[in-house]
């Protein structure tokens, strides 16, 4: 902590006194009927009011926060993050409205400001649209804890009460707009033209696309079944069928364009990126298969950024992400603790790595059901699956390493070690039954049986110590540190993804393990 007397942050502290004062001459003058429309003077006062009150906070100034929050611009209140080493993987954080009052849908400000306060004391920083996307397209170098703060629809209660604590923490955020709202005639829920604007102004807030007319639900059957601008071909009622693929090509391409012209031209900015309503780039489709390619190769041309919301995947971002870009969507019900957990567990873990399960350490469901229980995972099927799928978060990076999990099985036929996961469709893995150990590969969701040695191994009602290990393109399975079968070398292309389990059993909700350690270790060349 160190004090700064610039000038800057001499006239800073002025112009905040000078606000205020005024402030209070104006609420007097309001009371007497004296001045009439106030309302952008009354936001601004108001701003700085609790910009030093945030600021206060954050120095623990408590009731005093006007005085704490004045001397508090002259030093930085928490130590910045100066440490060499560089991200890995950055995540991007998404919320919505920011409210006083429970909503379900959206987050509370008391909960909002804790969670910024949390990721400032633990030294992360925001970064900006251009830093994000030089370091997935050109690999450009970015501070360990690094990431995106973004908004969604251009809501008024995104800005109005998240401004003041970004100016607090010297953060900056990006909002995608809808340019069909925001430009057009002034609304009570959405954001004007003029307050995107003095947005700009403040040099903490970037605007970018979120759509046109993609954010409202279109009729896409004769019955009146309702799906998504960007993934479905509509119902043409007019002419009594649905829009072709042309029509629909046409159709996003002309929205994508002119949303983004229409926010260059109005807002004299540059626009690179885009946010998918609903986080659907044509991966939801009810109608058309051929959404998600249609509209990624429309897309790519207009915007070389694009966000989608991640469930069920990696949290963070890797360089390697390139038109498509995970985002974090914050829940309504995350305190600050909570946020900071779902945080460090999407960070890349080092090897050698050890899971002793005391708590939960990132482990993300793809189907079925898991807990962390009495320094236990647990994995069940349920009643309308006959198997389960988890993996670690965190771990997308691993290369070359040595996977061994002592598993407890309770029913289930086959108990599978997943190794090199990049997605469901995508990984290596050793299957465990009392039938074979048995090596596939899965590129793309086809499914390819490397080898296969027939077994007679006891697994129901038995811990055993299962291992996999992936090397050089070559995989190996593992029971209690016995080699029972390994590939030949698969290719020369070096092979690299995160940890997983998966169970099955050919009845439904008849599969569960205790996995009871985890223990992964690198091997060098």
Not at 203 to 211: C, D, F, K, L, M
Not at 307 to 322: I, P
Not at 406 to 424: M, R
Request: aromatic share 12%.
């Amino acid at each position: 902590m160190y004090a700064d007397v610039s000038f800057s942050k001499i006239m800073q502290v002025l112009s905040l006194i000078t606000l205020l004062s005024l402030g209070v001459i104006l609420t007097l003058n309001l009371e007497m009927g004296f001045i009439g429309n106030t309302n952008l003077f009354n936001s601004l006062v108001k701003n700085n009011y609790e910009y030093l009150k945030y600021k206060s906070d954050l120095s623990g100034g408590g009731n005093a926060f006007l005085i704490t929050g004045l001397l508090s611009t002259f030093k930085n209140d928490v130590e910045e993050n100066s440490s060499p080493e560089t991200a890995n993987l950055v995540p991007v954080l998404l919320y919505h409205g920011i409210l006083d009052k429970p909503d379900e849908k959206n987050v509370l400000l008391d909960n909002f400001k804790e969670q910024m306060f949390a990721l400032k004391r633990a030294g992360w920083r925001t970064i900006t649209i251009e830093e994000l996307y030089k370091y997935i397209d050109k690999g450009e170098k970015l501070p360990d804890k690094s990431f995106l703060l973004t908004f969604d629809d251009g809501r008024k209660d995104s800005y109005y009460p998240v401004d003041p604590i970004l100016k607090a923490l010297d953060y900056n955020a990006v909002i995608f707009v809808i340019s069909k709202y925001s430009l057009g005639q002034s609304s009570n829920y959405y954001l004007n033209k003029n307050e995107l604007k003095e947005m700009l102004k403040s040099g903490r807030w970037e605007i970018q696309s979120h759509t046109k007319e993609g954010h409202s639900l279109y009729v896409m059957d004769q019955s009146g079944a309702q799906g998504h601008f960007y993934s479905d071909r509509l119902w043409l009622s007019d002419l009594n069928r649905l829009e072709s693929e042309e029509e629909f090509t046409t159709r996003i391409t002309r929205d994508f364009q002119e949303s983004k012209d229409d926010l260059e031209k109005a807002l004299d900015i540059n626009i690179i990126s885009f946010a998918y309503p609903f986080g659907d780039y044509g991966q939801n489709s009810v109608n058309f298969s051929k959404a998600t390619k249609i509209v990624l190769n429309t897309i790519t041309p207009i915007y070389p950024i694009t966000f989608y919301q991640a469930w069920g995947e990696f949290t963070y971002n890797s360089a390697s992400h390139k038109i498509l870009v995970k985002r974090i969507e914050v829940a309504p019900d995350w305190d600050a603790q909570k946020f900071i957990e779902v945080i460090n567990a999407g960070r890349n873990k080092e090897l050698p790595f050890t899971d002793d399960l005391e708590k939960d350490n990132g482990w993300i469901l793809r189907w079925g059901a898991r807990s962390v229980e009495d320094n236990q995972l647990i994995i069940k099927s349920t009643e309308k699956s006959s198997s389960a799928l988890i993996f670690l978060d965190g771990t997308q990076n691993w290369a070359d390493y040595k996977f061994n999990a002592k598993v407890y099985t309770s029913k289930g036929e086959v108990i599978t070690l997943i190794a090199n996961y990049k997605d469901e469709l995508n990984h290596d893995s050793c299957l465990f039954s009392t039938k074979y150990v048995r090596i596939e590969r899965n590129i793309n969701g086809t499914k390819k049986i490397l080898v296969q040695r027939k077994g007679d191994s006891i697994f129901k009602g038995a811990t055993r110590d299962l291992g996999i290990v992936t090397h050089d393109s070559q995989i190996s399975c593992y029971i209690d540190n016995n080699l029972i079968v390994e590939s030949k070398p698969l290719d020369t292309i070096k092979s690299s993804g995160g940890i997983g389990f998966k169970i099955w059993d050919p009845i439904l909700n008849n599969s569960e393990i205790k996995i009871k350690s985890i223990n992964v270790g690198p091997i060098n060349s």
